[in-house]
């Protein structure tokens, strides 16, 4: 089997969208793996956008507790934080000095804010050769991205290739992307895409008062109570359907169909439903943010696993390039 690798961006408490989207595929990828998967915080990645250390630091630590209350085997993953493995930072270096201009240029992350160059600092820019060190670091085998984030894989694959090119060695695997077609887009409150950008996501970890609050902010229509609703064009009803079995999906149809059932009606079943659903993952999240020393130690495990094995690949690049 191949070597999975994947990393998190440590920008916030995983949201709902993080969990349906990234998280559960990613535990059930891993579980279906017979091979020892990668997974990280990319708290490096996080530095392009904010210089806050304590806020990286909590962000770092409810991104390790979600993933581990959702079931993550640290025993079959290699589970680490981005940052204390400095062997990234050096082939990082190694690997830019490969790197042509205008293929970073060209890069998404670059090229959306190229108009204001001003806010683009050097770590934003060269964020794709970081990408790609994380990966060709452990030589993995398949990396499951975004269709946003397939140009900074295919990039990856190009500078491993000059690299091997100008090496005359076939030192750096190139990596597979693997995209799930399946994935949907997961609503945030407003309707658009959940993101913590748009400020539109439900944070199934809130205390319950916070999490009733958080999803009485889910933007409905004025149809009055008696009238009939369609559950099609309701954000409540579409949130819902990604949680509940079919049965209740059925039935709550019904009730938007039937009349004399309101949104806040709807609002609490998803409510309910969350709280029924997620309860072992809410309890496992809580006790892991107050007890970050345990969290801590699962990650300090895994970083010692991620510096054997990048460390025999960092050595072998040294060796090619003169510096071992």
Known sequence: MARVLTGIQSSGRPHLGNILGAIVPAIELIKANQEESFIFIADFHSLTSSKDGELRKENTLAVAAAWLAFGLDIEKTVFYRQSRRPEVAELTWY????????????????????????????????????????????????????????????????????????????????????????????????GQKMSKSYNNYIDIFLPEKQLKKNINSIVTDSTPLEEPKDPDTCNVFKLYSLLADADQITQMRKNYQGGNYGYGHAKKEFMELILEKYAEERKAFDFYMSHPEEVGQKLAAGEAKAQKVGMELLQKVRMQLGFA
């Open 95 to 190: 690997l830019s000095c490969f790197t042509p201009f205008p293929m970073l240029a060209n890069a998404h992350s670059f090229k959306d804010k190229s108009e204001r160059l001003a806010d683009v600092n050097a770590g934003l820019f060269t964020y794709p050769v970081l990408m790609s060190a994380d990966i060709l670091l452990y030589s993995a085998d398949l990396v499951p991205v975004g269709k946003d984030q397939l140009q900074h894989l295919e990039m990856c694959r190009d500078i491993a290739t000059a690299f091997n090119h100008q090496m005359g060695t076939e030192l750096l695997k190139l990596p597979e992307a693997r995209i799930s077609e399946e994935v949907k887009t997961i609503p945030g409150t407003d």
